[in-house]
């Protein structure tokens, strides 16, 4: 992708309307959390006591938006309290360069780093930035910067109650990703329908793994209904994939078929319905026809051997979820049996003992070719900066350049880009509606604290909705803020605009100067997941040879880490998509097909899985040592692919012919199955094998085409627009 091309889609990505379900009894309770410290503050002590309090309620709150499985009263309490200690440990430094810059540096790196443990820990840091750099100009002495940290942590507190005392559907994301995982898995099964070969995205089916995870004090409060749907769903999509693949389960046309069909349709209606059972904590039940569907056996029915089997399975399961629809509204909590909670639950550390799970992700992302890392740097370097660019400048408020730069960066380009157009966007329209609503209503100080307010509920309303649109009322937010203390619009508006723009391009170049680009990574991450693929299906083909509760562990952790490798790919193919670089080892078609490979060795597997036997059932003979050629020669593959040399699955033929010769017409299913992953692995073989020259060749014709495609669209001479 051409620069021009990505900077035109990074602007189209930053106004984009985000289509989301907005939280206005929510949005309400933030924006009353702002109200209640900023009216006595403003009332009691004074207009700069009340900017601080509005400040550590504002960034709490928005804090609580983040998208994280923790209480949000812990979030808001967390938030507050890293506020005040960032305006707090700023004053110390403060006004001198000499002491203020190095600090500013480190703990802006800090809050870069946050992102190894995730986005929302990065965010909050983030803010904790902003809070340095704004509150060290209100104090006049370390008492009053104690006073100061006090109230911002304040408003943390304040939020947390109102949490606490008004809580919102409780539960409620939780419910919302485990119905999520549900309806995921229903709306495969519809898909399979008419697409046996359908491929299924594991993400909300991960989302809800992560939303599963609680604390201790979380796993005794928790509605029973939270715990158990989530495995079904793993059980489920396998079996409704098994079932509809002509080669291992239904015949591709006749009878048959169709009553696949009809079973496919009655598994996706139970499931929806099981979906809304738990989201809305209310029973549901299923139409009595769905339930006829689900009648296998007698002498009426069609399906035979293996699809028969596997169609008893699935109703086995949907019984299950029937039950589940049928008390999604139970009251009570789930009950905890006696014995450490991580042998019943998956646990969440609690806030005390994540401080080593923090410092282990740090460590693992301290290395120069970090996109975490490489963020931090950048982060530290544009924090400086622009600190010291906007304070020779002779504009008042010089923190909103290393402000605009702070909150506008991200790990990725594409974010990076299309935050900072979307806040010189949002900035603009605010900060006019904003001056419109002064020079009409006047510039009272509690008039403009009440405006303060609604404009921080309409953000809040706005969060999810696209950051342009949040960070208008953000922008009107700070203007009414700033009126407050008594300071004039034409003292305000026109200075933060500019240093605005200076902090946006300062977020801008600094990728181009240090980049974190994704396309260069892409073989190692495919790489990662061939590797991880090969260890789940060796994982399910053992499960066959030897059917126990251990190898069925085995094969559960190995497909979570089968998912992992592959989000991690994905969102490297999608960031790399966007980025205006060359490609580099791989070239984007390249990239897809063998992306098409993967999935489709990853769907034998899950087939696979779909068969597997029970605890102590019957084994397959030659499944293991066809496991360890499969596992061997994908972890070599993978190598080979880092290191941009041809796979080869010699030995993988050779274990399956050899299996062939041995079996005899035992285990028709398996093998079936084992032979469409090879045929997938010779699809990837084929997708990333080429000569050096080839590949170099092939590199710098993707650049024409697709430099050709952009500019045909530009122009509007593309081959849509020709005549004939």
Request: aromatic content about 6%; proline content about 6%.
């Amino acid at each position: 992708m051409t620069w021009l091309r990505a900077l035109g889609e990074a602007a189209r990505s930053g106004l984009t309307i985000e289509e989301t379900r907005l939280e206005p009894l929510v949005a309400l309770r933030a924006a009353a959390g702002v109200a209640i410290v900023v009216a006595p503050t403003l009332w009691l002590v004074s207009p700069a006591y009340a900017a601080s309090a509005a400040l550590g309620a504002y960034s709490a709150g928005g804090a609580t938006f983040q998208r994280t499985w923790r209480p949000r009263k812990v979030i808001a309490l967390g938030a507050g309290a890293g506020l005040a200690l960032g305006t707090f440990v700023g004053y110390l430094a403060a006004g001198r360069l000499v002491t203020f810059l190095p600090l500013l540096a480190v703990w802006a790196f800090a809050a870069g780093m946050a992102w190894a443990v995730g986005s929302t820990a990065g965010i909050v840091a983030a803010t904790t930035v902003g809070s340095m750099l704004v509150t060290i100009t209100l104090p006049t002495s370390v008492g009053h910067a104690l006073e100061h940290a006090g109230i911002i942590a304040l408003g943390g507190v304040a939020q947390a109650m109102l949490i606490l005392l008004f809580p919102i559907r409780r539960w409620g994301a939780h419910r919302d990703a485990l119905a999520d995982a549900l309806a995921a898995v229903a709306d495969y099964a519809r898909r399979l329908r008419h697409d046996p070969t359908a491929s299924f995205d594991p993400e909300p089916l991960m989302t809800a793994r992560n939303a599963a995870a609680v604390t201790p004090s979380q796993a005794r409060t928790r509605p029973p209904v939270l715990h158990g749907p989530r495995g079904l769903a793993e059980r489920i999509r396998p079996v409704v994939a098994a079932l509809a693949d002509p080669d291992v389960g239904a015949p591709a046309e006749g009878p048959g078929r169709d009553r696949a069909r009809e079973l496919l349709d009655a598994a996706a209606d139970v499931l929806d319905t099981a979906a809304r059972s738990v989201r809305r904590g209310t029973a549901a039940e299923v139409p009595p026809a769905t339930t006829d569907v689900l009648r296998v056996g007698g002498e009426q029915e069609v399906l035979e051997g293996s699809a028969r089997q596997t169609a008893e399975r699935l109703v086995e399961l949907l019984g299950e979820a029937l039950e589940i629809a049928g008390s999604g509204g139970a009251r009570g909590r789930t009950s905890t049996p006696p014995g450490p909670v991580g042998d019943q639950f998956l646990v969440r550390p609690t806030m005390l003992r994540l401080v080593p799970v923090v410092v282990q992700a740090v460590r693992r992302e301290l290395r120069r070719d970090s996109p975490v890392t490489r963020h931090a740097v950048r982060l530290a370097a544009v924090a400086t900066l622009g600190y010291v660019i906007a304070s020779r400048l002779p504009l008042g408020h010089g923190y909103w350049a290393p402000i605009t730069s702070v909150m506008v960066m991200r790990p990725d380009f594409h974010r990076t880009y299309a935050r900072a157009v979307a806040r010189l966007a949002g900035t603009l329209v605010g900060v006019a509606l904003a001056t419109g609503t002064v020079r009409v209503l006047g510039s009272d100080a509690r008039l403009s604290a009440a405006l303060a307010v609604v404009s921080a509920g309409l953000s809040y309303l706005l969060n999810r909705t696209g950051y342009a649109y949040s960070q208008c009322f953000t922008a009107a937010y700070v203007v009414f803020l700033l009126g407050m203390g008594g300071q004039a619009w034409e003292q305000t508006v026109p200075d933060r605009m500019v240093l605005t723009l200076l902090g946006g391009a300062l977020a801008v170049l600094a990728y181009v100067v240090f980049p974190a680009w994704e396309t260069p990574r892409l073989p190692s991450r495919l790489a990662d997941w061939l590797a991880a693929d090969g260890r789940y299906a060796a994982s399910v083909l053992r499960h066959y040879a030897e059917p126990t509760r251990d190898r069925h562990a085995d094969m559960r952790r190995a497909l979570l880490a089968s998912r992992e490798a592959r989000a991690a790919w994905q969102e490297a193919y999608d960031r790399a998509r966007r980025e205006p670089v060359r490609p580099r080892g791989l070239t984007s078609r390249e990239a897809h097909e063998a992306q098409e490979a993967l999935k489709g060795f990853g769907r034998a597997a899950m087939l696979m899985e779909g068969h597997v036997p029970r605890d102590g059932g019957h084994h397959v003979s030659g499944a293991e040592r066809f496991a360890e050629a499969l596992e061997a020669e994908t972890a070599r593959a993978a190598a080979d692919v880092r290191e941009h040399r041809n796979p080869d699955w010699g030995r993988v033929d050779e274990a399956l012919r050899a299996w062939e010769a041995t079996a005899g017409k035992g285990s028709p299913v398996v093998r079936r199955e084992a032979e469409l992953q090879k045929r997938s692995l010779e699809d990837l073989a084929t997708a990333v094998s080429r000569t050096p020259l080839e590949r170099d060749v092939g590199s710098a014709r993707e650049e024409q085409r697709v430099c050709a495609a952009a500019a045909a669209q530009d122009d509007g001479s593309g081959p849509a627009n020709r005549g004939g």
